[in-house]
């Protein structure tokens, strides 16, 4: 449902909300339907989000990108070198927002359609282990906890090698040891078939200690038979399209498309479609 259609639905008051909710049996936390629209309305209360980000992220003043003009200056006119670096710090900064806001949304959603949560390192149940081999008191972040299974899961779209380097990898391949040490059941979630060699090393060392993997397609099927009917169909209508649409058209070689700011809006095009993203002036 697009935001126009959401804005045609008719307005209620909060009481005709409530009693519509409570006939539904959305008010019951035990009933299925209150996950299946509380995922719901989390998915879209970040898609506004974002569509407000649009709206209002600046673009960039003379203090923040200038001085990168000192590996380019030279190479092209220098109001075309300006007008490049304004746009690449915008896109910069927005993909950095919707990365951020996809994360708060797609991993909680995925957790609790496996049946568990998302747990922060303060209450984490798998505690770090130190250079001496010995479990801390230090947790570290879960994706996905399930008490009753014992099981804890690494959610990941693909396997990369982070900006850091080494650094996030080295967390990655630490982390079946320890949920291991832990007591739990350590599962790795590639959502992305690709192989690769770090990926290889990671389903290795899940393996290792216990752990299972499910990568690909399997990891889908693995998804919809763990959320059960109803809420295999909401992944079925609401995050397994866009991540199956953008995989068969992203191939690391973008098509040339045109983007225009007209002040009150930002124009981005290819010969056929449109795209527009209103803007607050």
């Known amino acids: 449902m697009s935001f126009a259609e959401i804005n045609k639905l008719p307005e209620m008051t909060a009481d005709e909300s409530f009693e519509l909710m409570e006939s539904a049996g959305v008010t019951d936390v035990s009933d299925i339907i209150y996950l299946y629209l509380k995922n719901l309305s989390d998915l879209y209360r970040r898609r506004y989000k974002y569509d407000k980000i649009l709206q209002n992220q600046p673009f960039p003043n003379a203090d923040q990108v200038a001085p990168r003009s000192l590996l380019e200056y030279g190479k092209c006119d220098d109001s075309l070198l300006a007008t490049w670096l304004e746009w690449r710090k915008w896109f910069f900064d927005i993909d950095n927002r919707s990365g951020q806001e996809t994360g708060y949304v797609f991993e909680p959603i995925l957790a609790s359609c496996l049946g568990g949560v998302s747990v922060s390192h303060t209450s984490s149940p798998v505690k770090r282990i130190n250079d001496s081999g010995?479990?801390?008191?230090?947790?570290?972040?879960?994706?996905?906890?399930?008490?009753?299974?014992?099981?804890?899961?690494?959610?990941?779209?693909?396997?990369?090698?982070?900006?850091?380097?080494?650094?996030?990898?080295?967390?990655?391949?630490?982390?079946?040891?320890?949920?291991?040490?832990?007591?739990?059941?350590?599962?790795?979630?590639?959502?992305?078939?690709?192989?690769?060699?770090?990926?290889?090393?990671?389903?290795?060392?899940?393996?290792?200690?216990?752990?299972?993997?499910?990568?690909?397609?399997?990891?889908?099927?693995?998804?919809?038979?763990?959320?059960?009917?109803?809420?295999?169909?909401?992944?079925?209508?609401?995050?397994?399209?866009?991540?199956?649409?953008?995989?068969?058209?992203?191939?690391?070689?973008?098509?040339?498309?045109?983007?225009?700011?007209?002040?009150?809006?930002?124009?981005?095009?290819?010969?056929?479609?449109?795209?527009?993203?209103?803007?607050?002036?």
């Open 134 to 281: 010995r479990r801390t008191n230090e947790g570290r972040q879960v994706d996905c906890y399930i008490e009753e299974a014992k099981e804890v899961y690494e959610l990941k779209m693909r396997v990369t090698i982070a900006a850091s380097g080494q650094g996030r990898f080295k967390e990655e391949m630490s982390f079946p040891h320890e949920a291991k040490a832990s007591g739990l059941t350590p599962i790795l979630v590639v959502f992305d078939e690709t192989e690769s060699a770090l990926l290889t090393k990671l389903k290795a060392q899940f393996k290792k200690y216990g752990g299972k993997c499910f990568i690909g397609q399997a990891a889908w099927n693995m998804l919809y038979q763990k959320a059960g009917k109803e809420m295999s169909l909401f992944i079925q209508k609401y995050i397994y399209p866009p991540v199956e649409a953008m995989g068969r058209f992203i191939d690391s070689n973008p098509q040339t498309i045109q983007i225009e700011n007209q002040g009150h809006e930002i124009i981005i095009s290819d010969n056929k479609n449109k795209y527009i993203i209103n803007r607050k002036q």
